[in-house]
């Protein structure tokens, strides 16, 4: 049974940097479509970051596309995501995702938030200005 569980959440400054991590457990991490989301308030759809595919093909949500950057360690079966310069809109609940496959475009699976089948319990990202 797959299980995800993120760290590296905090308060920051803006301009300042978080590597969220995502150790991924059950099965192997390099087999799944995998992707960071973000939370702003509960009751808001989870907006795409960035999706990494099983072929290393990546994409970003526009306003982090040259900020953040996703990655896998496939001996460890984490999943990354290192955030520079970070933003006071930055700021909202970070979860890493994975489904079987990327069954769309990897852009179009930014606003596909449903497409993704397991979820980490997310960690809080909190940007002051």
């Known amino acids: 049974q797959v299980h995800m569980v993120e760290s590296g959440g905090g308060s920051v400054q803006a301009g300042g940097s978080l590597t969220l991590s995502c150790v991924f457990s059950g099965s192997t991490i390099s087999r799944y479509c995998m992707g960071w989301f973000r939370q702003t308030s509960s009751g808001m759809k989870r907006e795409g970051v960035a999706?990494?595919?099983?072929?290393?093909?990546?994409t970003y949500e526009d306003s982090v596309r040259g900020r953040f950057i996703i990655s896998q360690d496939s001996a460890k079966n984490t999943l990354h995501l290192v955030m520079n310069n970070l933003k006071p809109e930055d700021t909202a609940l970070y979860y890493c995702a994975a489904a079987d496959e990327c069954a769309r475009p990897l852009f179009w699976l930014l606003a596909k938030p449903e497409d993704y089948t397991y979820w980490g319990q997310g960690t809080q990202v909190t940007v002051s200005s």
């Open positions: 999706i990494l595919d099983s072929d290393g093909d990546t």
